[in-house]
């Protein structure tokens, strides 16, 4: 059982930004490693108040659906990612939302500037993270990302959101 007063807020953000980090600079290997067995990574359209089980979302990934994006992103030949967007990302108010159990839940905002051939686009919205100690380390088992306009047709994400 994980208690509110032994949860490091610097550690949960240093997590946050080493994820981001990760994602940015197309380390997959290491973004990977940062995800449990149960990992779920969901991007909802229009806010994501309904059940991803049984409505479209932009993205919806269990674990093993997750290795195998990666694996796609790694071969260099997926289309959207071809070559690979030049990503940053900036996030902010970070706040621990809630423990239960083990599973410690933390929110936050971003802006991401994606960088291709085609131009600069700016993303937005916010994250919702679980984590969990795993073997002493802090693991991702849940991310979710709403996007401020969700609710508008999304151009091609081949990238780690």
Wanted: glycine letters at 6%; proline letters at 4%; hydrophobic letters at 35%.
């Amino acid at each position: 059982m994980t208690a509110l007063t032994e949860i490091d807020l610097r550690e949960l953000e240093q997590f946050i930004y080493r994820e981001a980090r990760f994602a940015d600079e197309h380390d997959y290997d290491s973004w990977e490693a940062l995800w449990t067995d149960d990992a779920v990574y969901w991007v909802p359209v229009d806010g994501g108040g309904y059940d991803p089980e049984r409505h479209v979302s932009i993205m919806y990934d269990n674990r093993r659906r997750i290795s195998t994006r990666l694996q796609q992103l790694r071969t260099g030949k997926r289309y959207a990612q071809s070559p690979p967007s030049n990503l940053r990302r900036t996030i902010s108010n970070i706040e621990l939302l809630g423990v239960e159990d083990d599973d410690i839940t933390v929110g936050a905002n971003f802006v991401l500037y994606e960088s291709k051939p085609r131009g600069i686009r700016t993303w937005a919205g916010r994250y919702t993270y679980v984590l969990r100690r795993v073997d002493g380390e802090l693991r991702l088992v849940r991310k979710t990302v709403v996007l401020v306009d969700s609710a508008e047709a999304v151009p091609s994400m081949g990238f780690l959101i």
